[in-house]
């Protein structure tokens, strides 16, 4: 276990938990901006929004040296019988991926093993995940 305290818009985790907040809490990590950590840290409100919606949609947050370099990590949601997002199962990418297609690749093998892991754990929580209505019918 690594702890430390880091801005949450600039780390895989730290997304997830900000993407999936209510609007008014996500607006409060916004409007407290973000400090120049990197040539790739997103610090205008509108980008970091933009961020946290498509961590969001796609159901996972990726941060490629946006904290430091060289680090990358990417993470998903584990959520409670609400619905509510408690927690982040991520990975961290190991400081040999220097390169936008090596994070690709990184984040291709971990994405399913941590999609299941985290919906496992997710169901452990109580967490039901919605029925999807079948494709094509109708």
């Not at 159901?59 to 060289?70: N, S």
């Not at 929580?125 to 094509?136: D, K």
């Given at each position: 276990?690594?702890?430390?305290r880091?801005?949450?818009a600039a780390?895989a985790?730290?997304?997830?938990?900000?993407a999936?907040?209510p609007?008014?809490?996500?607006?409060?990590?916004?409007?407290?901006?973000?400090?120049h950590?990197?040539p790739r840290?997103?610090?205008?409100?509108?980008?970091?929004?933009?961020d946290?919606d498509t961590?969001?949609t796609?159901?996972f947050?990726?941060?490629?040296?946006?904290l430091?370099?060289?680090?990358?990590a990417?993470s998903?949601?584990?959520?409670d019988?609400?619905?509510?997002?408690?927690?982040?199962?991520g990975a961290?990418?190991p400081g040999?991926i220097?390169?936008?297609e090596?994070?690709q690749?990184?984040c291709g093998?971990?994405?399913?093993?941590l999609?299941?892991?985290?919906?496992?754990?997710?169901?452990e929580l109580?967490?039901?995940?919605?029925?999807?209505?079948?494709?094509?019918?109708?």
């Amino acid at each position: 276990i690594v702890m430390h305290r880091a801005p949450a818009a600039a780390t895989a985790s730290g997304k997830i938990l900000l993407a999936f907040q209510p609007e008014a809490e996500r607006e409060r990590g916004i409007a407290r901006g973000l400090p120049h950590l990197t040539p790739r840290t997103k610090t205008a409100p509108n980008d970091i929004r933009s961020d946290l919606d498509t961590c969001r949609t796609r159901g996972f947050g990726i941060a490629f040296y946006e904290l430091q370099h060289p680090k990358g990590a990417i993470s998903f949601p584990v959520f409670d019988s609400e619905g509510n997002v408690v927690a982040a199962l991520g990975a961290i990418a190991p400081g040999l991926i220097e390169t936008d297609e090596a994070m690709q690749a990184f984040c291709g093998l971990a994405e399913e093993p941590l999609r299941r892991h985290s919906l496992r754990a997710s169901v452990e929580l109580g967490y039901r995940p919605p029925i999807l209505a079948p494709v094509g019918l109708g």
